[in-house]
């Protein structure tokens, strides 16, 4: 996901690589593990349910009331990352897609998930490969496979 605690790369480039226990060392690191994305009925009725802080909304985050921690973000979160950030696409995981992968927010944001059956799930797995500012979704044939937790 993306952070709400940080606007730039340079930020979270800044988080240090090992820590004991992310989500009281790096409000950064935590909140890119598990903030989601939300299509905007979603993301409007957990603002109004949360009673969140405008300014919050107006910035694209919420409460992420799915998970019980971080943040969800809608499309103009991640616009305002992405072109903040002279990006043109966030690439994600941590949420658990039947297919393997989800694409959000016309096509800006999506999430891969590489463990087919993860958790005796019925899920797909997948993976991107990125090639002359090309995305291209693999998706890996697991018909076969055992749980992840088998």
Same mark, same amino acid.
């Given at each position: 996901?993306?952070?709400?605690?940080?606007?730039?790369?340079?930020?979270?480039?800044?988080?240090?690589?090992?820590?004991?226990?992310?989500?009281?060392?790096?409000?950064?690191?935590?909140?890119?593990?598990?903030?989601?994305?939300?299509?905007?009925?979603?993301?409007?009725?957990?603002?109004?349910?949360?009673?969140?802080?405008?300014?919050?909304?107006?910035?694209?985050?919420?409460?992420?009331?799915?998970?019980?921690?971080?943040?969800?973000? /809608?499309?103009?979160? *991640?616009?305002?990352? $992405?072109?903040? =950030?002279?990006?043109?696409?966030? +690439?994600?995981?941590?949420? #658990?897609?039947?297919?393997?992968?989800?694409?959000?927010?016309?096509?800006?944001?999506?999430?891969?998930?590489?463990?087919?059956?993860?958790?005796? /799930?019925?899920?797909? *797995?997948?993976?991107? $490969?990125?090639? =002359?500012?090309?995305?291209?979704? +693999?998706?890996?044939?697991? #018909?076969?496979?055992?749980?992840?937790?088998?």
């Amino acid at each position: 996901g993306i952070p709400k605690s940080a606007d730039t790369l340079d930020q979270i480039a800044s988080v240090k690589k090992e820590l004991k226990d992310p989500e009281r060392d790096s409000a950064i690191a935590w909140e890119i593990l598990w903030s989601d994305p939300a299509h905007q009925t979603q993301f409007s009725d957990v603002a109004e349910m949360t009673e969140e802080d405008e300014n919050v909304v107006r910035m694209g985050f919420v409460r992420n009331t799915k998970r019980g921690t971080a943040f969800m973000f /809608n499309e103009v979160g *991640a616009n305002r990352f $992405l072109i903040g =950030n002279n990006l043109s696409h966030i +690439i994600r995981a941590h949420e #658990v897609p039947i297919p393997g992968y989800t694409w959000h927010f016309g096509n800006k944001c999506i999430t891969i998930f590489s463990c087919s059956h993860y958790c005796g /799930n019925n899920n797909e *797995a997948s993976c991107i $490969l990125v090639d =002359n500012e090309r995305l291209r979704v +693999i998706i890996i044939d697991t #018909v076969n496979n055992a749980s992840a937790t088998d």
